[in-house]
Structure formats: structure tokens, C-alpha cells
């Protein structure tokens, strides 16, 4: 608006100059008809030409100035919004220099909690340091404490030990004297009763063996050996001997009853057509000191050959410590002609007392 109304004042006033200087220079009356001069003229047209591009200029800087004018109308929200903008960056700058006072504020609070996070990490590394070695030290102590308890006991069962070596090789030389002693003294009576077949002859097989034991180890190794070969059903017996140093080994049954049957013929192997049934038992207790118990054994043979039956019964005693042989007292019965198809029915009996050897 300003603007324009300069334009304006200044059109007026060149207008008004104009035709002011133009009755000046002519000195008429408009009533006058003077008649101009060739200068004057073209004077005139000249400026007649510059007002005509004065009035051209200014009606293109009116132009202009309207179309400014509508562009300012147009630019005017925008003035708004950049305002607006303009208010809303400063507030953004006063948050953010907010924000960075605060941030500073945090950093300073982080910076002094750093600082008293190390003058407490530092006080405790020195106490840890502090403790360590004062466990170190007490550590080390009772390590060595317990290391001279460890070794004076240590001597002391060194001590206990050696003294119980020199005991054991006392013990050891005195049972080994009292083993020659006994080697030189021992005397053993080995004795085979009641026993038949192959128990008998495992007996027999071992007995040479016991009785050339030299000492009490040598002695139980070849009980042992004896045993294995013997098997069961059979036992041996260690008893003392009638004087000090004898050893009565005895080779028997076990005690209680045995039912044995067989076929064949126990003298003549080859007649395979006899059967024979035999019960051997120890019917007496052996607690009786004054009497041994005995050994029967009652057998029945049927010989088909033969046509005959022959039953026995033996009675011995089943312990013969201190015999000098082993007494048996032997009954039998004999049926022949039996089936009657090879002979006439016969019976016939015995009976006999029997000392045998101990082997």
C-alpha cells in the first residue's frame, strides 16, 4: 500500500511539472495560438516520449506491485506456518538445551558416582587383598602345623612299625623254630577204613603222599590235594596221635546214610549181570569218649548168572585213633536157586570177625 501510494504521489507530480513548465516556457494563455518552433517541437516530443515511458514504466511497476501484492496474499500462510515453525524450533531448542542441561546434570551425577564407585572398588580390592593375605598367612600356618603333626606322626608310626617288624621277625623265627621242632618230631599215621571202590583207591593214591609231610603246611596242601581227588561222600579226619608229636589222619565215610547201587560184579568186573544194592550209615553218636561209633553197612547182590542172592552186613569202627588195626565183624546170608531155572533152592550163612591193616 505504501508502495503504491508512492507511485501515485509521484505520477501526480510529474504530471503537474509537466504542464506547469510547458505554460512557463510558452508565456500564452491556453487561448493563445502560438505558433511553435522547430526546437521547441521537438522538445516537446521528447518529452512527451519520456512521460509516455514514465506512464509505461509506472503501469509495469503497478504491475509489478499488484502481482508482488497477490504473492504476498498467497505467501501470507505460509508467513504463518514459517512463524509457527519459527516458534516451534525454538521451542525445540529450548527443549534441547534443556535436554543437554539435563544430560550435563546426569554426566556430572555419573561422573561423581564413577568417582565413588573406584574409592569404593579401590577400598575393596585392599581389604580383598587384605583378607587374602591374612588367610594366606593362616592357611600357610595351619599347613604347617598340621604338616609337623603329619611327620612327628608319621615317625611315630614308622617307630610302631618297625618295632612291629622286629616283633614279627621274633614271631616268625620262633615259628619257624617250633616248625623245625615239630618237622623233626611230627610223626603221622595215615589210615584208610570203611571206604570202597574208587574213593577207596583215590585214597590209597593219596596216602603215601600224607604220610611223607615234613611239616604242618606241606601237610594241609596235601589234605587239600586229597580232598579234591576224594569227592563227596567221603572225609577226611585230623585227629591227634597217642603221643605229642603224632598227627592220625584217617580216611573214611561222612557221617550219615548212603544208598549206593551198582551192577557188575566188584571182583570180576566182566559179570555185568549182577545188580547190587548197598546202604552204609554211621548210626551211633560220636559224642561217646569211651566207645567210637560205628560204621554198618548192610548190602544185597543178585547175580543173574548164578541164580543166587547174597546179602552181608558189616559193622567197624568208623574212628581208629590209636588202633593198630581195624577190627570188623562181618554176617551174611546166601540164597541159591533163587528163580530155579540153573540149580536147586540152597541157603547157606557166615559169619566172621576181621582185622585189617590201616591201609
Same mark, same amino acid.
Not at 41 to 70: H, I, P, Y
Not at 132 to 141: G, Y
Not at 191 to 196: F, T
Not at 290 to 314: M, N, Q, T, W, Y
Given at each position: 500500500?505504501?508502495?503504491?501510494?508512492?507511485?501515485?504521489?509521484?505520477?501526480?507530480?510529474?504530471?503537474?511539472?509537466?504542464?506547469?513548465?510547458?505554460?512557463?516556457?510558452?508565456?500564452?494563455?491556453?487561448?493563445?495560438?502560438?505558433?511553435?518552433?522547430?526546437?521547441?517541437? &521537438?522538445?516537446?516530443?521528447?518529452?512527451? =516520449?519520456?512521460?509516455?515511458?514514465?506512464? &509505461?514504466?509506472?503501469?509495469?511497476?503497478?504491475?509489478?506491485?499488484?502481482?508482488?501484492?497477490?504473492?504476498? &496474499?498467497?505467501?501470507?500462510?505460509?508467513?504463518?506456518?514459517?512463524?509457527?515453525?519459527?516458534?516451534?524450533?525454538?521451542?525445540?531448542?529450548?527443549?534441547?538445551?534443556?535436554?543437554?542441561?539435563?544430560?550435563?546434570?546426569?554426566?556430572?551425577?555419573?561422573?561423581?558416582?564413577?568417582?565413588?564407585?573406584?574409592?569404593?572398588?579401590?577400598?575393596?580390592?585392599?581389604?580383598?587383598?587384605?583378607?587374602?593375605?591374612?588367610?594366606?598367612?593362616?592357611?600357610?600356618?595351619?599347613?604347617?602345623?598340621?604338616?609337623?603333626?603329619?611327620? #612327628?606322626?608319621?615317625?611315630?608310626?614308622?617307630?610302631?612299625?618297625?618295632?612291629?617288624?622286629?616283633?614279627?621277625?621274633?614271631?616268625?623265627?620262633?615259628? &619257624?623254630?617250633?616248625?623245625?621242632?615239630?618237622?623233626?618230631?611230627?610223626?603221622?599215621?595215615?589210615?584208610?577204613?570203611?571206604?570202597?571202590?574208587?574213593?577207596?583207591?583215590?585214597?590209597?593214591?593219596?596216602?603215601?603222599?600224607?604220610?611223607?609231610?615234613?611239616?604242618?603246611?606241606?601237610?594241609?596242601?596235601?589234605? =587239600?590235594?586229597?580232598?579234591?581227588?576224594?569227592?563227596?561222600?567221603?572225609?577226611?579226619?585230623?585227629?591227634?596221635?597217642?603221643?605229642?608229636?603224632?598227627?592220625?589222619?584217617?580216611?573214611?565215610?561222612?557221617?550219615?546214610?548212603?544208598?549206593?547201587?551198582?551192577?557188575?560184579?566188584?571182583?570180576?568186573?566182566?559179570?555185568?549181570?549182577?545188580?547190587?544194592?548197598?546202604?552204609?550209615?554211621?548210626?551211633?553218636?560220636?559224642?561217646?569218649?569211651?566207645?567210637?561209633?560205628?560204621?554198618?553197612?548192610?548190602?544185597?547182590?543178585?547175580?543173574?548168572?548164578?541164580?543166587?542172592?547174597?546179602?552181608?552186613?558189616?559193622?567197624?569202627?568208623?574212628?581208629?585213633?590209636?588202633?593198630?588195626?581195624?577190627?570188623?565183624? #562181618?554176617?551174611?546170608?546166601?540164597?541159591?536157586?533163587?528163580?530155579?531155572?540153573?540149580?536147586?533152592?540152597?541157603?547157606?550163612?557166615?559169619?566172621?570177625?576181621?582185622?585189617?591193616?590201616?591201609?
Amino acid at each position: 500500500a505504501a508502495a503504491q501510494a508512492w507511485l501515485e504521489d509521484f505520477l501526480f507530480k510529474t504530471s503537474d511539472g509537466s504542464e506547469s513548465s510547458e505554460e512557463e516556457e510558452g508565456g500564452v494563455t491556453p487561448n493563445e495560438l502560438p505558433t511553435p518552433s522547430g526546437s521547441r517541437m &521537438e522538445r516537446a516530443e521528447k518529452e512527451g =516520449a519520456e512521460t509516455q515511458m514514465l506512464r &509505461e514504466e509506472v503501469a509495469r511497476l503497478k504491475a509489478s506491485l499488484e502481482e508482488s501484492e497477490r504473492r504476498c &496474499e498467497q505467501l501470507e500462510p505460509l508467513k504463518l506456518k514459517l512463524q509457527h515453525s519459527q516458534e516451534k524450533v525454538d521451542m525445540l531448542e529450548q527443549a534441547a538445551r534443556n535436554q543437554q542441561q539435563i544430560f550435563q546434570v546426569q554426566m556430572d551425577l555419573m561422573d561423581q558416582s564413577r568417582g565413588q564407585y573406584q574409592v569404593q572398588l579401590q577400598e575393596l580390592k585392599e581389604r580383598h587383598a587384605g583378607e587374602k593375605q591374612h588367610w594366606e598367612d593362616r592357611s600357610r600356618a595351619e599347613l604347617e602345623v598340621r604338616l609337623r603333626e603329619s611327620q #612327628q606322626e608319621a615317625a611315630v608310626r614308622v617307630q610302631q612299625a618297625e618295632l612291629r617288624i622286629l616283633e614279627l621277625q621274633a614271631e616268625l623265627q620262633e615259628a &619257624e623254630r617250633r616248625a623245625q621242632a615239630e618237622q623233626l618230631e611230627m610223626q603221622l599215621r595215615v589210615a584208610v577204613a570203611n571206604l570202597r571202590g574208587e574213593a577207596r583207591a583215590a585214597a590209597l593214591a593219596a596216602a603215601p603222599a600224607v604220610r611223607r609231610a615234613s611239616s604242618l603246611g606241606q601237610l594241609n596242601a596235601e589234605l =587239600a590235594a586229597a580232598a579234591a581227588r576224594l569227592g563227596q561222600g567221603s572225609a577226611i579226619e585230623v585227629a591227634p596221635g597217642a603221643t605229642p608229636s603224632s598227627v592220625s589222619v584217617t580216611f573214611r565215610p561222612e557221617d550219615g546214610c548212603h544208598l549206593v547201587a551198582g551192577a557188575g560184579y566188584e571182583a570180576s568186573p566182566g559179570l555185568t549181570s549182577a545188580v547190587s544194592l548197598r546202604v552204609d550209615g554211621t548210626p551211633a553218636a560220636a559224642t561217646a569218649e569211651d566207645a567210637p561209633p560205628l560204621h554198618v553197612s548192610a548190602e544185597g547182590r543178585f547175580c543173574f548168572e548164578e541164580d543166587a542172592l547174597r546179602c552181608s552186613l558189616k559193622a567197624s569202627p568208623a574212628r581208629v585213633d590209636g588202633m593198630p588195626c581195624i577190627p570188623s565183624l #562181618q554176617l551174611g546170608l546166601g540164597l541159591g536157586g533163587v528163580l530155579g531155572f540153573m540149580r536147586p533152592f540152597g541157603t547157606h550163612t557166615c559169619g566172621q570177625l576181621v582185622f585189617s591193616d590201616l591201609l
